[in-house]
């Protein structure tokens, strides 16, 4: 089992910037990929950001390209989502979530926190 733990979010103006952390327990951090997802008010839950266990493998959903950055601690057993000029169409509810393996391309998010909200103002 592991649990995970998001913090960071927030009201936020148009432009701005937050930093969202993820903490796990339980389970080694270390071998597991790691991702954001969020879910904005009637819509899908959508993939935002991932980062395999090294960090030597990430991707992100088109839309935040350029703006987020995901990395990770092991030393910590955190991982981030630095969020930087933030849009209205950011505000939504961010989840992170891990795999039981290290890679990107394969395997399921197993494990889900429990969300944190970020709200960008126009």
Do not use: H
């Not at 703006?67 to 057993?77: G, L, P």
């Not at 509810?93 to 890679?103: E, R």
Request: charged content about 15%.
């Amino acid at each position: 089992q592991v649990q995970l733990v998001e913090s960071g979010g927030g009201l936020v103006q148009a432009g701005g910037s937050l930093r969202l952390s993820c903490a796990a327990s339980g389970r080694t951090f270390s071998s597991s990929a790691m991702g954001w997802f969020r879910q904005a008010p009637g819509k899908e839950r959508e993939f935002v950001a991932a980062i395999s266990w090294s960090g030597g493998s990430i991707s992100y959903t088109d839309s935040v390209k350029g703006r987020f950055t995901v990395s990770r601690d092991n030393a910590k057993n955190t991982m981030y989502l630095q969020m930087n000029s933030l849009k209205p169409e950011d505000t939504a509810v961010y989840y992170c979530a891990a795999k039981s393996v290290p890679w990107l391309e394969v395997g399921e998010y197993n494990y889900w926190g429990q969300g944190t909200q970020v709200t960008v103002s126009s």
